[in-house]
């Protein structure tokens, strides 16, 4: 990973990665690991797009996001990634977490301390458990776009009365990426789009978006 060879990366298995990120994200105070995430982001830049990662966010989620929070509703980033890096860019978020632990520094400063020890995989079932864990609450509509969210949109749906899930197919090489392997599209082995996800989203009634027909504009920095 140091030496940024992508093809040696992809090899590497789940337990390897945990590995990586226990290395690397823990024995630290919260305040030193949100440090150096937050000067992350201020500095990388997309190999592709070369623009901040913060800017490439989606614009019709963010005009769904929006749209959601003048009609009353609260809403939250559901991720797998880490809760507190997507934190340092973003508010309300459930996440992947470490445990942590509460102590004291050389000067008797109480503080927490970041342990090599999950809390959460916010992933596929753990979607749902933590969002009972951190807001108690089945959600009225829910947005994924692989196959880590399909127990959170599961668990939306079982819900009483009516209640919503999209799924975005990422079909547009050109002007994102394009990935599944649902509906013919590349098999990538990271942000997999399985046909049985697909098969189950037709028939459960969940709306499946495509980003090639059904977006006019992906990014806000898009002509």
């Not at 309300?92 to 999950?118: C, H, W």
């Not at 994102?176 to 942000?191: M, Q």
């Amino acid at each position: 990973m140091l030496s940024g060879n992508r093809e040696a990366m992809a090899k590497l298995t789940l337990p390897d990665l945990e590995k990586i990120l226990a290395a690397t994200l823990t024995g630290m105070t919260v305040e030193e690991s949100n440090a150096q995430m937050k000067t992350w982001i201020a500095e990388a830049r997309d190999p592709r797009w070369k623009r901040p990662y913060t800017e490439l966010t989606y614009l019709p989620m963010i005009e769904v996001l929006k749209y959601l929070r003048a009609n009353g509703y609260k809403t939250y980033i559901v991720t797998g990634g880490g809760q507190d890096f997507t934190r340092i860019y973003s508010e309300q978020v459930i996440g992947s977490a470490a445990e942590t632990t509460f102590g004291y520094d050389k000067n008797g400063r109480p503080q927490l301390m970041k342990d090599p020890k999950l809390l959460l995989l916010d992933d596929k079932g753990g979607k749902p458990e933590g969002i009972h864990l951190m807001i108690g609450r089945r959600p009225y509509a829910a947005f994924g776009n692989t196959a880590g969210d399909q127990q959170m949109l599961e668990y939306t749906k079982a819900g009483d009365g009516e209640r919503l899930a999209m799924l975005v197919l990422h079909d547009d090489a050109k002007r994102e990426y394009a990935y599944g392997p649902a509906a013919g599209l590349p098999d990538t082995k990271v942000g997999a789009f399985s046909q049985t996800l697909f098969n189950e989203a037709k028939a459960n009634g969940w709306i499946v978006i495509s980003m090639k027909n059904d977006w006019k504009q992906i990014f806000t920095f898009d002509k």
